[in-house]
């Protein structure tokens, strides 16, 4: 595990743990969504044995989004780092030492348009599907 602590001009210590941002994660999650895909079908019928074919489809549809949204993502990260190595950026550390600089307003907007392009691309998967 690694830990980082990183002096912003508040005169404030962060600490800054990415462990929990290992590759393997997002992949195992990607193995549970697909084994979600075939297994609740069959739990879902267990449960209620009077339940149509059209109840079970809008939840795999909502479960196809997720899977789909996934599959996006990784695939954008792999080009990020694909052109990353083209255009040779500087490295992921440094550019997190800038960004600690910035002041809070900004390091917030950041912030919050990240979390509304994440949250169009996920609506865009949900639209695309249904």
């Known amino acids: 595990m690694t ?4 002096q912003t ?21 990607f193995i549970a969504l697909l084994l979600m895909w ?8 267990r449960i209620d044995a009077t339940i149509g074919n059209v109840d079970q489809s809008i939840w795999l549809l909502v479960l196809l989004s ?8 990784g695939l954008c990260w792999w080009l990020l780092q694909q052109f990353w190595l083209v255009l040779q950026l500087p490295p992921i550390e440094q550019m997190v030492s800038q960004f600690n600089s ?9 912030y919050y348009a ?8 996920a609506l865009g998967c949900l639209i695309a599907i249904c």
């Open 102 to 110: 910035l002041l809070l307003w900004q390091q917030l907007s950041f």
């Open 38 to 45: 075939f297994f609740v079908p069959m739990l879902l019928n």
């Open 66 to 73: 997720m899977i789909s949204f996934l599959m996006v993502c």
């Open 9 to 29: 001009p508040h005169n404030r210590e962060q600490e800054d743990d990415i462990s929990f941002l290992t590759p393997s994660v997002p992949f195992l999650l």
């Open 114 to 121: 990240s979390f509304a392009l994440l949250l169009v691309a």
């Open 3 to 6: 830990t980082k602590i990183y």
